[in-house]
């Protein structure tokens, strides 16, 4: 099995700043990819930002300048810095982890965390 824990969720004000952590554990062989997700009260889950082709990352347009995605292969780690938070980037935010397990080694499975929450006061 392969576990996905996110964290560093916290309140914070305006035009202030976060760093999310996101590790994977367990039966993995390799792992594919992993990004980020938010999903905001009311709204639907929606994609902050994800690896690309040729090691580059897509970024929502809301997020572009502010956010910026990093990876820890040793530690299986993803991580995302907030800088210039806003009211309207509260949201639980989620990784998802596109992974090989040690039980299936030729397709990748995505695996989801439990989400943390970032809230931003104006």
């Known amino acids: 099995q392969v576990q996905v824990v996110e964290s560093g969720g916290d309140l914070v004000q305006a035009g202030g700043s976060l760093r999310l952590s996101c590790a994977a554990s367990?039966?993995?062989?390799?792992?594919?990819?992993m990004g980020w997700y938010r999903q905001a009260p009311g709204k639907q889950r929606e994609l902050v930002a994800v690896?690309?082709?040729?090691?580059?990352?897509n970024y929502s347009d809301s997020v572009k300048g502010r956010f910026a995605i990093s990876r820890d292969n040793a530690k299986n780690t993803v991580y995302l810095q907030m800088n210039g938070l806003q009211p309207e980037d509260t949201a639980v935010y989620y990784c998802?982890?596109?992974?090989?397990?040690?039980?299936?080694?030729?397709?990748?499975?995505?695996?989801w965390g439990q989400g943390t929450q970032v809230t931003v006061s104006s």
């Open positions: 367990g039966s993995i062989f390799r792992i594919r990819s």
């Open positions: 690896p690309a082709n040729g090691g580059s990352t």
């Open positions: 998802a982890a596109d992974v090989y397990s040690v039980f299936e080694p030729l397709r990748s499975k995505v695996y």
